[in-house]
């Protein structure tokens, strides 16, 4: 659910980059592969699914789903925990200009 919601701010934040730091007259073709990649894993993605579930048992492909997300969560956590270290700091050490 989380990730169906936040992937529209996803998207529009990485393609207004790309429109921001593309000179105009040059813009078609980097849109074009910033749409490529954005875009891509969504059509890849069911195939490799299906895939998956034909070749491994659902079971095993919803531990290694599980521990995916773990292995992803320990590096956010952690970094939350470094936030707060710079919270003792001087607003201007925190966020140097």
């Not at 891509?40 to 993605?45: H, L, N, R, Y």
Request: proline share 8%; net charge neutral; hydrophobic share 50%.
């Amino acid at each position: 659910m989380a990730a169906g919601t936040s992937l529209p701010c996803l998207l529009i934040a990485g393609l207004t980059a790309v429109q921001r730091e593309t000179p105009q007259d040059l813009l078609g073709r980097p849109a074009a592969t910033a749409n490529t990649l954005m875009f891509a894993p969504t059509a890849i993605g069911p195939a490799v699914g299906a895939a998956l579930v034909e070749l491994v048992d659902h079971q095993t492909l919803l531990v290694g789903c599980a521990l995916a997300l773990l292995l992803t969560a320990v590096p956010l956590l952690q970094r939350r925990a470094s936030a707060s270290r710079t919270e003792s700091r001087s607003p201007s050490d925190a966020n140097p200009a």
